[in-house]
């Protein structure tokens, strides 16, 4: 007596074949994606829950950042705003719109909001963002021009070579401390080599202050 399997099963060795390999390839392409620096690459910009907008907040309005990322100053992370810090205009300014009614209700449920993060170094690598900013470095050096972003976007790689770049002279953006978070600073060459020789500043590249 002979077992009729259907006819299908003919194609099972192929298509475990094929199985196997696209989950080799799944394998690969997955650490690709989330090891390699395209993760966040330059343009890389996620649509936000809220359409907040820098261009309307800190370009038009002139808001600086501080009074949003005020961390940055003291620590690695610039971190965002809690919606505390925007219901203390949204509590009364367009409170019709459903974009603030979005933010309101996040508010009321004390929830935060779950931002998209735009900005990621993988965790091997170690960043600071108040050795930077107290050195002098303004936030366009890395970010570009947020106050004409309407919704923010990666403006620089973020790669290995960018880091050692500026590291190796940093002179090309150095300015006073008190002006780092000023958009249209334009680069003073003789100053920022006075600064880098006052401050004495060398931004280090040996592997272990960036991979610890
Ligand atoms: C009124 C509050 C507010 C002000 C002022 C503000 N920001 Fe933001 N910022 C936010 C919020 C909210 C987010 C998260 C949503 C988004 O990405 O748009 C954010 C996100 C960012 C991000 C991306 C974060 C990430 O996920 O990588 C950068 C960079 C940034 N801000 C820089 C700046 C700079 C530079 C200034 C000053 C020119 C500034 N911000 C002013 C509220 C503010
Ligand atoms: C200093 C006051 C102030 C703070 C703080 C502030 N905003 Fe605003 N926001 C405004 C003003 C003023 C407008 C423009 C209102 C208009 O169009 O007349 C506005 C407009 C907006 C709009 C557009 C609303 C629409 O539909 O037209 C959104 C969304 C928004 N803000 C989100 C936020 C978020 C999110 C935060 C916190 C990260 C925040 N705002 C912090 C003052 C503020
Ligand atoms: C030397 C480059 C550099 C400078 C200068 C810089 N940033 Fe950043 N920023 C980065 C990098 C790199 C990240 C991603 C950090 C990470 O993934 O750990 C980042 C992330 C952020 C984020 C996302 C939240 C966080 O803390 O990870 C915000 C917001 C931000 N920066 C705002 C600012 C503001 C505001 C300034 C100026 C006062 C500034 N940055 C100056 C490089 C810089
Ligand atoms: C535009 C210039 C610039 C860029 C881009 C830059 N740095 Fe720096 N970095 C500096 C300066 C200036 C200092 C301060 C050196 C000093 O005070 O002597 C510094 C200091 C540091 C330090 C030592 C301070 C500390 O916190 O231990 C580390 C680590 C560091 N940077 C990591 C990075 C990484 C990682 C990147 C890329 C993601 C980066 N930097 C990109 C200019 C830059
Ligand atoms: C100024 C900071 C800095 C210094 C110094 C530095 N690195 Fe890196 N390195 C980074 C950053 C940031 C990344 C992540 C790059 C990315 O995500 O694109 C990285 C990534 C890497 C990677 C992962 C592969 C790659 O290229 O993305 C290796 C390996 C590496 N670094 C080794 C080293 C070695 C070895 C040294 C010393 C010769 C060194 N790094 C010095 C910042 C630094």
Same mark, same amino acid.
């Given at each position: 007596?002979?077992?009729?399997?259907?006819?299908?099963?003919?194609?099972?060795?192929?298509?475990?074949?094929?199985?196997?390999?696209?989950? @080799?390839?799944?394998?690969? #392409?997955?650490?690709?994606?989330?090891?390699?620096?395209?993760?966040?690459? %330059?343009?890389?910009?996620?649509?936000?829950?809220?359409?907040?907008?820098?261009?309307?907040?800190?370009?038009?309005? @002139?808001?600086?950042?501080?009074?949003?990322?005020?961390?940055?100053?003291?620590?690695?992370?610039?971190?965002?705003?809690?919606?505390? %810090?925007?219901?203390?205009?949204?509590?009364?300014?367009?409170?019709?719109?459903?974009?603030?009614?979005? #933010?309101?209700?996040?508010?009321?449920?004390?929830?935060? %909001?779950?931002?998209?993060?735009?900005?990621?170094?993988?965790?091997?690598?170690?960043?600071?963002?108040?050795?930077?900013?107290?050195?002098? %470095?303004?936030?366009?050096?890395?970010?570009?021009?947020?106050?004409?972003?309407?919704?923010?976007?990666?403006?620089?790689?973020?790669?290995?070579?960018?880091?050692?770049?500026?590291?190796?002279?940093?002179?090309?953006? #150095?300015?006073?401390?008190?002006?780092?978070?000023?958009?249209?600073?334009?680069?003073?060459?003789? #100053?920022?080599?006075?600064?880098?020789?006052?401050?004495?500043?060398?931004?280090?590249?040996?592997?272990?202050?960036?991979?610890?």
């Amino acid at each position: 007596m002979t077992v009729n399997f259907p006819k299908w099963t003919n194609q099972l060795p192929t298509m475990a074949a094929l199985a196997v390999l696209s989950g @080799g390839l799944f394998v690969v #392409l997955t650490v690709w994606y989330f090891f390699s620096p395209k993760f966040t690459d %330059v343009g890389y910009s996620p649509t936000q829950p809220i359409a907040y907008s820098h261009k309307l907040h800190a370009g038009l309005m @002139g808001m600086d950042c501080r009074y949003c990322h005020g961390a940055v100053e003291l620590g690695p992370h610039a971190g965002v705003p809690a919606t505390e %810090v925007c219901m203390n205009c949204h509590k009364t300014v367009r409170t019709e719109s459903p974009e603030i009614q979005k #933010l309101t209700a996040a508010h009321e449920a004390g929830l935060p %909001v779950r931002w998209k993060k735009v900005h990621l170094l993988p965790d091997y690598a170690f960043f600071n963002h108040a050795a930077h900013v107290q050195a002098g %470095v303004g936030c366009a050096s890395c970010h570009g021009r947020i106050d004409q972003m309407e919704e923010v976007r990666q403006d620089q790689p973020l790669s290995m070579g960018w880091c050692l770049e500026c590291h190796r002279a940093p002179e090309n953006a #150095l300015r006073p401390s008190d002006r780092v978070t000023e958009m249209g600073y334009e680069h003073d060459a003789a #100053l920022a080599l006075r600064l880098k020789q006052e401050k004495n500043i060398n931004p280090p590249t040996h592997c272990s202050a960036c991979h610890r």
